[in-house]
């Protein structure tokens, strides 16, 4: 099992950048692909970024290609979301996931076995 914790959250105004972590615990990061996905007021959860095992291989949604990028630190038990040109649409509940399946990066949420509890990003116009 692995848990995970994030951070970074906060009220940003537009334009500007955060970055988001994931702390992870337990088993070793490398056996799990990573992603991130948020849940806007009044939507469904939706997939933002994803990242494969080693790092080598990462898939955005449409939304946020070119602004977003994730990246891992296998030794630190660590992924980030670097956030940048943020817009108030991205205003959301953040999580990050883990998949024990590493053979591929799913969008799907319900692929992903375990989860954290969150941290709220607020993109203010």
């Known amino acids: 099992q692995v848990q995970l914790v994030e951070s970074g959250g906060g009220l940003v105004q537009a334009g500007n950048s955060l970055r988001l972590s994931c702390e992870a615990s337990?088993?070793?990061?490398?056996?799990?692909?990573m992603g991130w996905f948020r849940r806007a007021p009044g939507k469904e959860r939706e997939f933002v970024a994803g990242?494969?095992?080693?790092?080598?291989?990462?898939y955005y949604a449409d939304s946020v290609e070119g602004r977003f990028t994730i990246s891992r630190d296998n030794a630190k038990k660590v992924v980030y979301l670097q956030m940048n040109s943020l817009e108030p649409e991205d205003t959301a509940v953040y999580y990050c996931?883990?998949?024990?399946?590493?053979?591929?990066?799913?969008?799907?949420?319900?692929?992903?076995?375990?989860w954290g509890q969150g941290t709220q990003v607020t993109v203010s116009s």
């Open positions: 990242i494969s095992w080693s790092g080598t291989a990462t």
């Open positions: 996931a883990a998949d024990r399946n590493v053979l591929q990066v799913s969008m799907s949420a319900a692929t992903y076995e375990y």
């Open positions: 337990g088993r070793p990061l490398e056996t799990y692909t």
